[in-house]
């Protein structure tokens, strides 16, 4: 006992203050995570030494280097992001708002983004609105906390005077910030905001889609649109009406019948179309999945496509050519959207106001679900 005590009293006595507090930094890193200090003690030098050496924009020592890079190494320090932003020296994310994530629209916007920012050595923020603007609010906001260097806005809107008070105080905001407000898919409030503005031809594509069905002999159409007001849903109504006048035939109101761009939708208006004794010939769905709950209810009331019915769809999502029959569609070039969006965002060399606004174009794919009368 003796002994053991007579052991411990003298490594407690000659214990110089620097190694204990070496010690100690190196228990207070399996607690927490380690801080510059931490690395400057472990390598015997100045914080000021690390941080310039870990900036690589002031000349040390090889010796000094490798003693803070060893450093490093050994606690896993990680560098403070946030004063890399601030400091210039760390390109800013680019985060990507939309309503939802699970929409495969969307999921192929988020693809091209992803993609692109990665390919310039950015992060990619993901997050999800849930149709609420509050949350869109904060999202702007912390967007802009976190120093990202464009903040992309997707899907269609209610281009009312909320929204455009709204994406006025984002862009001015994001502005003021250094960073870049991006609308994909939606309109801009006025042309002279700091804003780019990622745009494809919706009324043109629809009435590509429906000239296809009017010139295929089908004088019935139901038209399965999205929900009025919303500038997507809107823009491809007008679309349809256009085709009908081109073609010299009657719009049918009775045919022209709103609703959301889901299954669930597609599948009950057609389903109470058919019940409601309408006769129509093809079905002119503004999205593919719309169009699948058409065909469902089509299927269901035992008529065939396209041999008693012709459906045509609108965005070409990875299913509509697995279909049976395969789906006439257009294709929306979503991953561009994404890609084209960052680009610009990127790549703004001193634009005007107003100048940052391109439109993309559409395909429309002909496949086996609309037949010639």
């Known amino acids: 006992m003796a002994d053991n005590g007579n052991t411990e009293r003298p490594a407690v006595r000659t214990s110089r203050p620097g190694k204990r507090r070496r010690a100690e930094a190196g228990q207070a890193v399996q607690d927490r995570p380690s801080t510059i200090r931490d690395v400057a003690l472990k390598a015997g ?15 040390v020592s090889d010796e000094t280097r490798a003693r803070v ?22 390109a800013g994310p680019v985060a990507l708002v939309v309503k939802d994530i699970t929409g495969p629209s969307l999921a192929h916007v988020a693809a091209g983004v992803e993609q692109e920012a990665a390919e310039r050595g ?37 281009p009312d005077e909320a929204y455009d008070r709204r994406m006025a105080g984002y862009a001015r ?14 309109p801009a409030p006025t042309p002279d905001l700091p804003v780019t503005v990622v745009d494809y031809d919706n009324r043109g594509s629809a009435y590509q889609a429906a000239s ?39 719009h049918a109101g009775e045919l022209d019948i709103t ?62 050519r697995d279909l049976t029959p395969p789906l006439t569609t257009v294709r929306v070039p979503f991953e561009e959207l994404g890609r084209t969006a960052v680009r610009m965002a990127l790549d703004r060399d001193g634009s005007r106001a107003g100048d940052d606004h ?13 037949r010639r009368l």
């Open 45 to 59: 030098v100045s914080v000021a030494t690390v941080s310039r050496t870990l900036a690589g924009n002031y000349p």
């Open 69 to 90: 890079m060893a450093a490093v190494e050994t606690l896993h320090y990680v560098v403070n992001v946030h004063a890399k932003a601030l400091s210039g020296r760390v």
């Open 122 to 158: 950015r992060l990619s923020l993901v997050c999800a609105t849930h149709d609420d603007p509050a949350r869109e609010d904060d999202l702007v906001q912390l967007a802009r906390e976190q120093h990202a260097a464009a903040v992309l806005l997707v899907g269609g809107v209610v």
């Open 173 to 186: 905001a994001l502005d003021a910030a250094g960073s870049r407000l991006v609308l994909v898919g939606r």
């Open 212 to 250: 296809h069905l009017l010139t295929s002999g089908h004088r019935r159409v139901l038209f399965l649109g999205g929900e009025a007001g919303l500038s997507s849903a809107d823009q491809r109504r007008a679309g349809y009406r256009d085709a009908l006048r081109a073609l010299g035939v009657e």
């Open 259 to 320: 609703g959301t761009y889901t299954r669930a939708s597609g599948y009950v208006r057609t389903r109470d179309a058919l019940r409601a004794g309408l006769e129509f010939t093809a079905v002119f769905a503004a999205s593919d999945m719309v169009a699948l709950g058409a065909l469902a209810a089509l299927r269901e009331a035992g008529l065939g496509v396209p041999d008693d019915v012709s459906v045509a769809g609108f965005d070409d999502v990875p299913f509509a």
């Open 358 to 370: 391109v439109v993309l174009g559409t395909q429309l794919v002909v496949r086996q679900s609309v």
